[in-house]
């Protein structure tokens, strides 16, 4: 095939996904063209998570109409004023409170400088907000969530009145935040399972995935959560109490360590840095929704690690490690129980953190949680954002087929 065949099939379909996808306009055919042969150069061949990479924040205002404008309050979380009045309003922990992964100082200390919100506010009041992280990769602008967050996505305050009133409130509280995104390529976010619907967002175009994870929602029983853990996990429990004593630690240092083990056990990078856990372990332990389990032997040798953390609404076993040599021990499951135990001391539901991964999947659905379903959401608004999902749904699916 002839190098101008090659270009030719390249426009047409670009010209094609462009007319299927919508998106925006390019000013001439060459830049159709440029668009389209960058998207495929530097994306078919990059790794799913590369393109999510940091960059300097930016935002901007509100370019909708006079009546949109005046509802929609656009607040950078770059200046101190705005962080302090949004977090005024957003109030203590309360019914509705967002969670934990979408407060200012949670953000704060995964995207520092990287991070920025759309919110609705009416009559002086936030009632929407929609967190993002801003990131540049390859000419890309990727409207994102930080690393060791499960879920971000949109917050709404709760309403009253019928249930059809309160959905078309909900609607126009999501239309508006939507709408005053700042200008980017691709969006992609996991919506905590909180969001129900998310319609608005596929009137606009989103694409929407189901992924899932365990929840335990009822924590006072102890007993019946017991009885609900399969017999091997039970097993693996009772082998463990033998060999290892279970406490609380303080020293982030020793939780690094045997976090770092569980990705060299496997031969592939961490998928974030120890500078980020210290972050992040500070911010937590400065507002007491953290703690970090040990198991480790009678000799003093650490088997295994488990971080937890917790709202007003659920714990989340966030992260683990362990030592190789020592995973026989049954460790990771005793640990998971005492986590368990004492998430119900501090609130009502424990979320395992669940993964798309067959093998972590059958490993946390053993401890008798319920399968919990939420939702992905990612859209390409512009042709070249369009074609890097493409090229990286192509690249995830060419390895699913690979494993």
């Not at 029983?221 to 399969?230: E, P, S, V």
């Not at 919990?372 to 390409?380: S, T």
Request: hydrophobic residues 40%; proline residues 4%.
């Amino acid at each position: 095939m002839s190098a101008g065949t090659i270009l030719l099939a390249l426009f047409s379909f670009a010209g094609a996904l462009h007319l299927l996808l919508g998106g925006v306009p390019a000013s001439t055919a060459a830049d159709e063209m440029r668009i389209t042969l960058v998207a495929f150069v530097q994306f078919y061949e990059t790794c799913a998570d590369s393109w999510l990479l940091g960059s300097v924040i930016s935002w901007r205002s509100n370019e909708g109409g006079d009546e949109e404008a005046s509802r929609i309050g656009l607040f950078s979380t770059l200046s101190a004023t705005a962080r302090s009045r949004s977090e005024t309003l957003l109030g203590a922990v309360a019914p509705g409170t967002p969670t934990l992964f979408q407060r200012s100082w949670w953000l704060d200390a995964l995207a520092p400088g990287h991070w920025d919100a759309v919110e609705v506010v009416e009559n002086g009041e936030i009632v929407g907000r929609l967190p993002f992280v801003r990131k540049r990769r390859l000419g890309l602008t990727i409207l994102s969530q930080p690393e060791l967050t499960p879920y971000l996505g949109p917050w709404i305050k709760p309403g009253t009145g019928e249930i059809d009133t309160q959905l078309e409130r909900e609607h126009e509280i999501l239309h508006s935040l939507i709408a005053a995104l700042p200008r980017y390529d691709v969006f992609t976010q996991s919506f905590h399972y909180s969001i129900t619907h998310c319609l608005p967002f596929h009137w606009h175009g989103f694409l929407e995935e189901s992924c899932y994870t365990y929840v335990i929602d009822d924590l006072s029983d102890h007993d019946k959560i017991w009885y609900g853990f399969r017999e091997t996990v039970r097993g693996h429990i009772r082998k463990a109490q033998k060999q290892v004593i279970v406490r609380p630690v303080e020293d982030i240092e020793a939780f690094i360590v045997l976090n770092r083990m569980t990705y060299e056990r496997q031969g592939i990078a961490a998928a974030y840095s120890a500078d980020t856990i210290r972050r992040l372990d500070a911010a937590c332990s400065a507002r007491g929704v953290r703690r970090i389990f040990l198991a480790e032997g009678a000799d003093g040798t650490p088997h295994a690690a488990l971080y937890l953390i917790w709202d007003s609404e659920s714990a989340y076993s966030l992260m683990s490690g362990s030592d190789p040599r020592l995973r026989s021990s049954g460790a990771i499951s005793l640990l998971r129980w005492e986590a368990l135990k004492y998430a119900s001391q501090v609130t009502r539901r424990f979320d395992f953190e669940g993964s798309m991964l067959q093998p972590i999947e059958r490993f946390v659905r053993a401890f008798g949680a319920r399968q919990v379903q939420f939702a992905h959401l990612k859209r390409g608004f512009t042709l070249k954002g369009q074609l890097a999902l493409i090229a990286h749904q192509m690249r995830e699916s060419r390895h699913h087929r690979v494993a």
